[in-house]
Structures are given as structure tokens and as C-alpha cells.
């Protein structure tokens, strides 16, 4: 459970604040009473985007509320549950979601599908992580009681207009519906960092993990999509 729309958060910070950092604290005071393993998940958004990708021991600079949110709630977990806590950072998350939640990769396959055209940004470079791979990841950590930070992301490393072009290419759609803008011309009400995503150098060594590249990735939704459509 989090607040992960960043404009909302700029419009709901209070909501925001309950839900990505008194949440987790409250969590953590909890597992800590009772000896309990508690794993949250945060963001590379923690991080202001000017020297990403990240390791786990970057120092944070959030430049949005969200991020800031997401980073209050990182603190009071390793305040309040240091010994019984483990945080995933991940980025970008994508995959067949169960409940039906658009992620910027299903967004483009929805629109590319509806041949709908998209300016897409040259901008917000990122590391797209797979859910099932992020699941395979909480049950290592389950599995081996790992504890600490770590970050969970894909191989390769991207900026949005490149993920699009990959989707169109895999999926066989019009690329010509893509056009390239820079990201001065997307207006958000948060900031994103420019140069986000997160090294998992640590969860390969430490947890076995094989991170899927995005090309994978996609091809691998693309199968689970076709299955659903049957």
C-alpha cells in the first residue's frame, strides 16, 4: 500500500505523508514489538537524478514530494526496525497487474494498440523492473532473512522514448505514431530526476537474482497478454 501518483502528492501531501511514511513507521513499530520481518518497498525517486543509476549507499536528495514522502518512510523503518527490516528500492515497475493497474508501459501499449499518437520525452532515464521478478526477489529475502537495502531492478538502462520505440518494435505497432520531445516540454507538477534508476549489483550477489532486460521483459507481457485475451 503506497501513494505512487508523484503529482497527486504534490496536491495531497498529507495523504501522501499517512500513507508512504506514517504507514511503514507504524508497520515498523510493529514487526519490531513482535520480532516480525517486515519488508517495504521505495523508489529511485528518493534520489535527485543527476548521478543515477544508484547504489544502495547513495545519498538521497528527493525532489519531489513524493519522493520525500517515500523517503520519511524509509527513515522510520530503519529507526524503528533496523534489526527486522528490509527495504527494496525498485523503479518503473511494469507487468500484468492483477488488479489492473496502468503502469507507463501498459500506457504506451494501450495507446500504441488504439493507434493513438504519443510525444514521449527523450528524458527520465530508468531501469524498468518486472513485477515477477521483484516476487522472485521478496522470496529470496524471505527465504534467506535478508535484511538491510536493496535494489531490485531491470538489466539496461533507458529514457522513455527509447522504452516506446522497444514496445512498438516488440509489439509490431506504428512507430511513426511516437514522436520525441525533450523533457522541458512535459509539464508535470512534480519533478522527476532526470538520470533516476538503481544498480542491483547486491541483490545478484547477495540473492542469486537474474534481473530481465527490458527486451525480455516486454516480450514476456506481451505473452501474458496474449494468454489473457483468449
Known sequence: ?????????EVNKKMAMEMNAILP???ALFSNK???HLITFSTDYIFDGKKGPYLEDALP?????????????????????????????TNVVYGNS??????????VID???????????????CNPTLASDIAKGVFKIIEKKRKGIYNFAGRGYYNRYQIAILIAEIFGFDK??????????????AIRPEKGGLINLKAETSLGMKFSDLEAGIINLKHQLSKDSK
Open 111 to 125: 495507446a500504441l494498440k488504439e493507434e493513438k499518437k504519443l510525444n514521449i520525452i527523450d528524458g527520465q532515464w
Open 34 to 36: 513482535y520480532k516480525y
Open 98 to 107: 492483477s488488479y489492473n493497474k496502468t503502469d507507463f508501459i501498459r500506457w
Open 1 to 9: 500500500a503506497a501513494m505512487t501518483d508523484v503529482d497527486g502528492c
Open 176 to 189: 511513426k505514431l511516437i514522436s520525441q520531445i525533450p523533457s522541458s516540454e512535459l509539464k508535470q507538477k
Open 61 to 89: 536528495n528527493p525532489l519531489s514530494y513524493y519522493g520525500k514522502s517515500k523517503l520519511a518512510g524509509e527513515n522510520a523503518v530503519r529507526i524503528e526496525a533496523s534489526k527486522n527490516s528490509t527495504i527494496i528500492r
Open 25 to 27: 513507521e507504524s508497520l
